[in-house]
């Protein structure tokens, strides 16, 4: 059996920028200005023109130690040598300051020696325009500048600047710090001004968990997951992207990569559910005008994704760069915002409908905008019978999916408790029509022989996203029907392990090659809901070992070894992690299961 291959990285980020951090301490991803920008250090997709920002001790790694501060996203990262021991903090600003939270494009090192008198190499070499600009540089008084991008690029440092620009070792004696700016420099004291950033950025996280709303179950992994979670907002828009990555493989030489690096309308309805079941509502208030924004755009019909400031072309070319351990081709954009995937107007009306109907919001801050509710109503009523791409984005047929329809019932569903709760007739009327003409479709999907709903109407294929039936509460948990389709489901997707494929037929790229994590923990949830809850919570722990060092979890797991492989750190699969521990925790609850 092959060695099982995991992404060595721990994630840091302030819902301005992100940045991917070896145990090595080399930064191998981190895009500035923007989560879709081109990458300052990208040596994730090419060792060559990557750029780098790296502490390596002298003489090489013995041994390496990472974990986050508790309760954070600060990175720590602790490195064992031949003539010492020392620690990279690392970590992106972030704290409340004059009224609004301060996120600067700021990256801060900390390096503080621990044993010995370990020699460290210092380099970063920025790149921009994916490696096609090497900035110049040059030596100021306490500061490096970095000229030729967008803005000015600076390190701010203690360190002896001559031994950085030669490449040269330096003795560790006492600890020194690494600003790296973009656009607005560092002008403070860089020791008191970074331990103070270090001690504001450790309790603005350690006071956003404190008011997360979970149960014990598993509790740590869900606050590392909402941690991680929280950092895939960008917070100046509202906008939730995918992932931080781009074209990093869901299968070894499978061609399967993509540039997730933006915000999908289905993703970011996963995410938001994630968050409300947490008890966190300002990520949701923010993505709503980030939906108000797009609306005004959207005309015929919303796009299945969007760049995080709404711009609506994302075209998808591929880059000339070797990709992840040789994996080509490295794509920039993503074709699939051409895509008819109709899901989405019926997840904006889930997403949303905590907004409208929880008693925690005031409604009269939402009554002007019930035009947005119709208007999604309209163009569901609309393209009831038009096929689509579905949520998984074929990219060369068309189908008429269930996982849809059941979009189209949920959706109608939310806008008819909307309705109701603004005494809008006409909106709960057209509601209460598209219910029943959305079940008919779903209907239409179910297969009598084998007792389970197929991927599309007029096709035998099943699709793990009809665990949703399920979830969504369209199937009665407590019937039959529920548990002959979960048994179905299972028998044909399902490994040994508790990994779940999405479906097993070719399509544009032949057959899936890896499981995808999150239809997994579709399955805890749906095993919750039939009542097999002893299944769900071993198939739960079981999913936990797919994760990394940090518990920080891919996009796609093989079944054959436990490999990682997509995108990473994928939101899909920790909001699949937050969702099934909390579904767990509420049957938990329950006198009978004390």
Partial sequence: MAKRHTYDYGLIGNCSFQ?????NTSIDWMCWPRFDSSFIFGKLLDDEKGGSFTLFPEGGIKHSHQHYLENTNILCTEITCEEGKYRVIDFAPRFFQFDRHYKPLMLIRKVEPLEGSPRVNVQCK???????????QYEASNHIEYLGLEKELRLTTDFPLSYIISDESIVLTETKYLVLTYGAPLEAPIKSTCEQFLEKTKLYWRGWVKNLSVSN?????????????????????????????TSLPEADGSGRNWDYRYCWMRDAHYTLTAFNNIGHFEELERYFNYIVNLSVKAKDRFQPLYSITGETHLDEIILDLPGYKGNSPVRVGNQAYTHIQNDV???????????????????????????LIRDLLDKIEKLMDEPDAGLW?????????????????????AA???????????????????????????????????????????????DASDLQLIIMGYLNHDSDLAKNHLIALEKDLKTKEGLFYRYKHSDDFGEP????????????????????????????????????HLGLLSEDVDAENGSQWGNFPQAYSHVGLVNAAYRISK???RPNFL
């Avoid at 984005?393 to 569903?413: D, I, M, N, P, V």
């Fill in 126 to 136: 920025p790149v921009g325009d994916y490696g096609k600009i090497q900035p110049e």
């Fill in 393 to 413: 984005e074929f990219r060369h047929f068309a189908q008429k999916h269930s996982y849809t329809y059941l979009f189209h019932w949920a959706g109608a569903s």
């Fill in 416 to 462: 008819k408790k909307i309705g109701e709760a603004f005494n809008d007739k006409k909106t709960t009327k057209l509601a209460e029509k598209l219910i029943k003409a959305s079940s008919e479709h779903i209907e239409a999907c179910f297969d009598k022989k084998r007792e389970v709903y197929t991927q599309a109407i007029g096709i035998s294929n099943l």
């Fill in 217 to 245: 179950f598993h509790q740590a992994d869900i606050n590392r997951s909402a941690l991680a979670l929280k950092i895939h907002q960008y917070e100046d828009t509202g906008a939730i992207i995918a992932a931080g990555t």
């Fill in 587 to 589: 049957k938990l609850d």
């Fill in 513 to 548: 090659e890896t499981t995808f994590l999150i239809c997994a923990f579709w399955y805890v949830e749906a095993l919750t809901c039939v009542g097999r809850v002893d299944e769900a919570i071993n198939t739960f722990e079981q999913l936990l070992t797919y994760s990394n």
């Fill in 345 to 371: 107007y019926g997840q904006v009306l889930v997403s949303l409908l905590p907004l409208y109907t929880d008693k925690r919001f005031i409604n009269l801050e939402r009554s002007d905008s019930l035009k």
């Fill in 19 to 23: 940045a991917h951090i070896h145990k």
